[in-house]
């Protein structure tokens, strides 16, 4: 600790700069690649770009991506309502407590998503519905073990003093209980918006005739590898942009506000 | 009386089980066999898929795959974190550009280029588990080190300067708790997402019979699959991660 942060000034330019003489070399390498493989297998940089603008100004795929931002959306908050209720119920009505946190929370945990996507083919047939369906199913323990998590963390003696100021419950919860569960609501949302994005595509390349996932799927069929790494790409860079400038913050913010002082 | 009303709750919560495998039950005798098939048809499959050996070749397939997967993404994602503690200028690399690109990747995207670039059979389908599995790894390690009390080590250090007898005696017992939680986190990623792996180009494994059975509408086949799933991770969580995290988690 003696370093001083004229040290961790400079250490820290330093592993900035070899990231960056990371991430170019293998962009070089890539470079480097076309031609002594096939394009199929490897698609030089080039091409990607290409395809990368063609899809960005295509009538047709530029709906896919919608498509996919609105399954994700709706998914994460019917599953975010649903995990919120079914928590809730379990923590104000402590009977019901075994039957979700011991009997549903489990079978959902340990239910395989591909298993989802199958079933909601065969029973809802290939639409939004199915993969709408697949990712609540998917993101619904999620929901339910951090906000149950958020609740049992809730200060009792805090609450305790709200009811020696006064009777009114909701005053209580608008004013104590809920500011004190947004740090884990922030915290699961940011968790669920990861997990989406992993069984999203799955879901819409079995099971939904729109998507990302439907343009992969055909990308695949056509031996298409360049649209298939520019959605990829595009993919990866939406993905952390929206968790270090929008979660991320949302998350620090929540926790610095409300958050217990620890 | 508070023993008494908690087993009153799990009563109900029981019920409430045999309740929804009644309706299951009500439900599949009015509707055909490819929509809804009934519990008992279900069950049957379910345990044909541990004892007959047509089905039995699949469960094994995909449970050896997951937990060499699971291994293999340990020592890579662990790895990776351990290069970034041990070589700090490193970790620019690892935390900023190998962490965020191996979590934002979609896993249908590894599969797919999976099947492009390797031909169909196992190491194809570790290739593409581990992909998936390794970012997790990485993750919960480097969460371990960031945790580890460093004043515990500069105690360690006054008592000797071997580093590796510090790595052994003092740094891995504190990582511990962390290696077990990665540990379980792949487990469970890799029987509900990293399955993935075995939808395309695949001759083997849960996933392949459960695409080839939805193909068929054999939906007994899908939803004893998916049972069996269920059935195997709660297997390896109970009988190897809780007794193994019990045993390392102990102060």
């Not at chain 1, 819409?204 to 031996?223: K, P, S």
């Given at each position: ?6 040290l ?17 070399a ?9 031609g ?5 297998v ?30 994700i ?14 928590a ?29 996507t ?22 619904l ?27 009114g419950?909701w005053?209580s ?27 999203t595509?799955?879901a819409?390349l079995?099971?939904?005739?729109r ?27 939406a ?24 | ?31 055909p ?6 519990p ?23 449970t ?12 890579i ?7 970034a ?23 249908i ?8 670039w ?19 790894c ?5 969460e ?19 580093r ?5 005696r003092?740094g891995?017992p ?6 077990m ?5 792949a ?9 993935v792996?075995?939808?395309l ?10 695409l ?11 939803l ?5 799933i ?22």
């Amino acid at each position: 600790m003696s370093a001083g942060p004229a040290l961790a000034g400079r250490l820290q330019r330093t592993q900035r700069l070899l990231a960056l003489g990371f991430v170019l070399a293998l962009g070089v390498a890539w470079f480097a690649s076309a031609g002594r493989v096939p394009a199929y297998v490897l698609p030089p940089p080039s091409e990607v770009a290409a395809a990368v603008v063609a899809f960005a100004t295509s009538a047709q795929r530029l709906p896919h991506l919608f498509a996919t931002l609105g399954h994700i959306a709706s998914a994460i908050a019917i599953s975010f309502v649903l995990g919120a209720l079914l928590a809730f119920a379990a923590h104000y009505a402590r009977w019901s407590a075994p039957a979700i946190h011991q009997r549903l929370s489990p079978f959902l945990s340990a239910f395989s998503g591909i298993g989802w996507t199958l079933l909601a083919v065969i029973w809802f047939g290939v639409s939004s519905f199915t993969v709408v369906f697949t990712i609540v199913a998917v993101l619904l323990p999620f929901a339910l073990v951090n906000l149950r998590e958020g609740l049992i963390a809730l200060d009792k003696e805090l609450l305790e003093m709200g009811a020696s100021f006064g009777r009114g419950r909701w005053r209580s919860w608008r004013l104590l209980v809920a500011p004190a569960l947004l740090p884990f609501a922030a915290a699961t949302l940011r968790i669920m918006f990861g997990v989406a994005w992993k069984v999203t595509l799955t879901a819409e390349l079995f099971g939904g005739g729109r998507g990302l996932g439907y343009v992969i799927n055909i990308a695949r069929q056509d031996y298409d590898t360049p649209t298939l790494f520019a959605v990829i790409l595009f993919i990866i860079i939406a993905v952390t942009l929206a968790d270090r400038l929008l979660f991320g913050p949302l998350e620090r913010l929540t926790t610095r506000q409300f958050g217990a002082a620890s | 009386m508070s023993t008494g009303r908690r087993s009153a709750a799990l009563w109900f919560a029981d019920t409430l089980v045999v309740l929804a495998i009644a309706v299951w039950a009500i439900g599949a005798a009015n509707l055909p066999e490819f929509v809804l098939p009934g519990p008992v048809a279900v069950g049957k499959r379910l345990i044909a898929l541990f004892t007959d050996s047509d089905f039995l070749v699949h469960t094994i397939a995909s449970t050896v795959r997951v937990i060499g997967s699971v291994v293999i993404a340990l020592l890579i994602g662990g790895g990776l974190a351990v290069i970034a503690r041990a070589v700090p200028v490193l970790d620019g690399i690892v935390s900023g550009v190998i962490q965020p690109f191996l979590n934002a990747f979609p896993s249908i995207g590894w599969a797919i280029l999976a099947a492009i670039w390797f031909t169909p059979g196992h190491f194809s389908i570790v290739f593409v588990q581990v992909a998936i599995l390794a970012p997790f790894c990485l993750i919960n390690v480097a969460e371990g080190l960031r945790q580890i009390d460093r004043e515990l080590l500069e105690m360690a250090t006054s008592y000797t300067r071997n580093r590796t007898r510090i790595v052994i005696r003092v740094g891995l017992p504190l990582l511990l708790p962390y290696l077990m939680g990665a540990l379980r986190i792949a487990y469970g990623v890799a029987w509900k997402i990293a399955l993935v792996a075995e939808l395309l180009g695949s001759t083997s494994g849960l996933g392949f019979l459960m695409l080839r059975a939805q193909g068929s509408a054999d939906l007994t086949t899908v939803l004893a699959a998916c049972l069996a799933i269920v059935a195997l991770f709660y297997a390896g969580e109970r009988l190897l991660l809780e007794p193994l995290s019990r045993r390392f988690s102990a102060k």
